[in-house]
């Protein structure tokens, strides 16, 4: 059984009807609740018992739930595919950013950064995209030592201090042992 084409279809599927019910950001929201509450369910929900039962506990675990991410919840109980429940969830947020532009980047640093810098990254990523939306999540890394590591889909720019002090080793290493 292919595992992500069940996922990309549910996915695909409740990106759809939560766009039809306009309720597409409430969904995304009920989403990333519940794949942060999935490692404490997996558990439960891989005991068999009825649709049913696992649908009441899905609801007690996320009790404000909004119309479509409800429905979907159940059609995915209703079918025994709550074992591939965070597989799905993960789809059904990237078909989200997929469908309306939003692009994921990461941004490391030594200290945190300014809020005039993550909107000048933003406006630099867009222009450089076809993106709409950039979402930058922020890591604080001291041992980088200083400068960033900027990473947006598959491009990585690393400015870091700690980079240039191990390029600077290396190249002294061998430059050194071609003397000797």
């Given at each position: 059984m292919n595992v992500g084409l069940i996922a990309k279809r549910?996915?695909?599927a409740l990106e759809q009807y939560s766009t039809e019910l306009g309720q597409s950001e409430?969904?995304?929201?009920n989403a990333r609740q519940l794949l942060s509450l999935l490692p404490q369910l997996n558990e439960l929900l891989r005991q068999p018992m009825p649709g049913a039962l696992k649908l009441e506990i899905l609801d007690k675990a996320l009790p404000a739930q909004c119309k479509a991410f409800r429905g979907f919840l159940k059609v995915v109980?209703?079918?025994r595919r709550e074992v591939y429940l965070g597989r799905i969830l993960q789809s059904y947020i990237a078909e989200y950013k997929r469908v309306r532009g939003i692009l994921d980047a990461r941004l490391t640093v030594a200290s945190a950064p300014s809020e005039q810098l993550l909107a000048q990254?933003?406006?630099?990523t867009l222009k450089d995209t076809d993106a709409k939306k950039v979402d930058i999540e922020?890591?604080?890394?001291?041992?980088i030592i200083g400068g960033f590591i900027f990473k947006v889909e598959d491009r990585r720019?690393?400015?870091s201090v700690?980079?240039?002090i191990?390029?600077?080793?290396r190249a002294f290493e061998v430059k050194n042992k071609r003397i000797i």
């Open positions: 549910y996915a695909s409430e969904c995304v929201a109980t209703d079918h990254l933003e406006q630099l922020v890591t604080v890394d001291p041992e720019l690393d400015a700690r980079r240039q191990n390029d600077l080793k």
